[in-house]
């Protein structure tokens, strides 16, 4: 995977990394180019969350999740919802992350172009994703 800088086009992928302003976790974003997630890390760097942003690829109409060498899986499409207007970014620079406070925890939100595409929290796989058309094992649905 090629990593690129904030103005650089997305068609390799890129990797951003977001920590949180108490610094005892960060999401890191990574577009490989065909699909994108991201990862909630502790401090210690361990992978604690993990959710399906997008797919940059046409959503296979079987799931890839069997074949463990394919991943990271693009959602097939019986779990994306095509009904939502959404391109994927064109840079790192288009996606941001909103950190807050919940009684369940820090929160962190995922945005991309101000809109908010993904929510993930500390244990939370898989975290939540607007593009989701129904709960599954790479995003369950975020609706509110």
């Known amino acids: 995977m090629t990593v690129q800088t904030a103005g650089e086009m997305a068609s390799n992928g890129f990797l951003r990394k977001f920590i949180s302003p108490d610094g005892a976790a960060t999401i890191m974003v990574e577009d490989d180019g065909r699909v994108a997630y991201a990862y909630w890390l502790d401090a210690a760097g361990t992978i604690r969350g993990d959710v399906w942003l997008y797919n940059r690829c046409p959503a296979p ?3 890839e999740w069997t074949d463990r060498d394919a991943a990271p899986y693009a959602n097939p499409a019986a779990f994306v919802d095509e ?3 959404f391109s994927p970014p064109a840079s790192a620079a288009c996606i941001t992350v909103e950190w807050r406070r919940s009684e369940a925890g820090q929160i962190g939100d995922i945005l991309v172009w101000g ?3 993904a929510r993930l929290m ?3 796989k898989p975290g939540s994703s607007r ?3 129904k709960d599954g094992p790479l995003a369950l ?3 509110d």
């Open 61 to 63: 109409l079987q799931p």
């Open 83 to 85: 009904a939502v207007a």
């Open 115 to 117: 809109w908010v595409l």
């Open 122 to 124: 500390d244990g939370q």
């Open 131 to 133: 593009l989701a058309a």
């Open 141 to 143: 649905r975020l609706s």
